[in-house]
């Protein structure tokens, strides 16, 4: 019996004062990594066609300020691909607390790998944080290096300087992150990407996580360290205006 090997890639967007953040730069993604998985990319699958799909979808007349749109695209092998649109309202967290997620550990440099895929990390990381009431995992590579959380990228703020783990540690690039160094730079605001520590995030005067499942989320403790959310304002200033 032939069984068919299913091919799939995920981009999450968020919808946002009613359009999509950041639309041709996740188009572009997805298409990026529907090629590395040399899945076929139709005629029709044009960014005004992606964009239609998502409205009929979520039905901006009736959704809600703030949804994240998930675009599934499968192909078993045969054909063209088939595209799924999932929508969800994020929730809202008053009061951050952010935990390490050590069970599984990522292999520095393996996120390049075109078939690397955080889904199912994310997933045991996100019920790790529900069964201990924490509201944000950071997950950690084999070296014990902080790489990124399960909702998203995050940044520490340390003596004027916005500190972010740097791509080696085996973290998968993504549209808000990117975003976020070119916009903070522009801004005049200092960003510096290296290996990050424990010790560094104990040491950090602020942290805040960005992804389209969060926004821009300032974060509040960790353990017992407390994070000082003013010192995030600069950069929250900087982010309204990228994400304008």
């Not at 066609?49 to 979808?57: G, K, N, P, V, Y």
């Not at 749109?69 to 649109?85: A, E, K, L, N, T």
Request: glycine share 4%.
């Amino acid at each position: 019996m032939n069984e068919k090997i299913v091919l799939s890639t995920t981009e999450s967007i968020r919808w946002e004062k009613n359009r999509l953040l950041f639309f041709e730069d996740h188009y572009r993604s997805l298409l990026a990594k529907m090629r590395m998985k040399r899945m076929p990319i139709g005629m029709q699958f044009t960014p005004e066609w992606l964009i239609a799909q998502i409205t009929d979808r979520i039905n901006p007349s009736e959704t809600l300020d703030t949804s994240v749109i998930d675009v599934v695209v499968q192909w078993s092998g045969q054909g063209d691909v088939s595209v799924q649109i999932f929508s969800e309202v994020p929730r809202l967290l008053k009061q951050t607390v952010i935990d390490l997620y050590r069970d599984y550990y990522i292999t520095p440099g393996l996120a390049q790998f075109p078939m690397t895929d955080f889904t199912a990390l994310n997933y045991l990381a996100s019920v790790y944080g529900l069964e201990n009431e924490y509201d944000v995992c950071l997950l950690m590579n084999t070296q014990k290096e902080l790489v990124q959380t399960h909702l998203g990228s995050f940044f520490c703020v340390m003596d004027q300087e916005i500190v972010t783990p740097e791509l080696n540690s085996g973290l998968l690039i993504n549209v808000w992150r990117t975003q976020a160094i070119k916009g903070f730079n522009e801004a005049g605001l200092k960003v510096v990407e290296k290996p990050m520590s424990l010790f560094d995030l104990q040491k950090a005067d602020g942290v805040f996580v960005l992804g389209p499942q969060t926004g821009f989320l300032a974060v509040d403790q960790f353990r017992k360290t407390a994070f000082d959310r003013s010192s995030c304002q600069h950069a929250l200033d900087s982010w309204d205006k990228i994400s304008a």
